[in-house]
């Protein structure tokens, strides 16, 4: 008489997640079982998976979180984080070698490679948001970078907006294309990203249809005058009739090179400072929005981010708009275009 042999199976909640291990003895899923509950029992971590390697973990992580819940432009600065600095130091590491002291020792190497603060925190957050999921997945026991010391982020660059007669300024020294790039920033408030990747198909009559990468969401934003005739009048003279509203900025090198040797330059000329960048003019449009009497839902949702990052970016012209002064943001514009005053410097 032969014995009967499994498979005998142990089920158990990993991580939010019903999984299950099959054995051909019973014994074995009962000692299985038992160690596992010992464990509980002893405040330590069940460890019923075999130890994976961090670059192991970073495919789980991508496929069962970063895929299902990020923006696309986080993920790509996540990837971009690993591939350059985190998977070729640390990706073969088992996860439960990946102690504190590993994880930073490999931070301060990175600063002493010369890579800035910011960097070094970005990696320190991509790390931490992979151990994580494998903390949920009861990997290891606790995620190791929380018990490093990891720089702290700079205060926000304040954003101070730019008057339409400077916006005007500053157009009036670029070429025709370029100047309707600057119109895009200042008074439409696209994101760099996002004028790179606008195509004609978004330009409607009364709105731009905006796929906002950062966010993963699509808006719409109001096309105040002005910036529509400045748009029609660039593609009838560019001859655009489909694909990129912008196609010398299509890539981001390409970008970086017209911000750094086109748009500085000529902020600079009209008093802006030798550190503006274009998506300083995204507070332009915010503030137009402002004085026009918005409010601040619908200046968030026309700049594209939530109530909260509204305030802590532009709560300082919140709080000098006077209602009695309240200024229409077309009518700003072309004043500023006349030479007129129009309230907003």
Known sequence: MTEKRGPYVARWWEGGVKRKRTFARKTDRDAFTAERRRRLALGET????????????????????AVPNLAPLTREGYLSRWDVHIRPRLGGYPLR?????VVGQFLVDRRRAGVGEPTVRLCAMTLSSVLSLAVRQERIASNPVSRV????????????????????RLRGLLAP???TLVSAFAYAGLRPVEARALTVGDVGRDELVIDASKTGRRR????????GQ????????????????????DTKGRYDRWRERVYKPAAAKVGLGDDAIPYDLRGSFASLLVWEGRTMLEVATQLGHSVAVCEQHYARVFATYD????????????AAREGRESGLG
């Open 46 to 65: 069940p460890v019923p998976t075999p130890d994976i390697t961090l670059a192991e973990m970073m495919e789980l992580y991508w496929s069962q979180h």
């Open 97 to 101: 070698q990946l102690t504190p002291l």
């Open 149 to 168: 010391k990891v720089p702290k982020p700079r205060a926000l660059r304040e954003i101070a907006p730019v008057a339409p007669v400077l916006v005007e």
């Open 177 to 179: 294309g370029d100047a």
């Open 220 to 227: 719409r934003v109001t096309i105040l005058a002005p910036l």
């Open 230 to 249: 400045d748009l029609r009048e660039h593609l009838m003279r560019e001859g655009i009739r489909d694909g990129l509203v912008f196609p010398w900025i």
């Open 323 to 334: 209602p009695a002064k309240r200024t229409d943001a077309t009518s700003a514009v072309i």
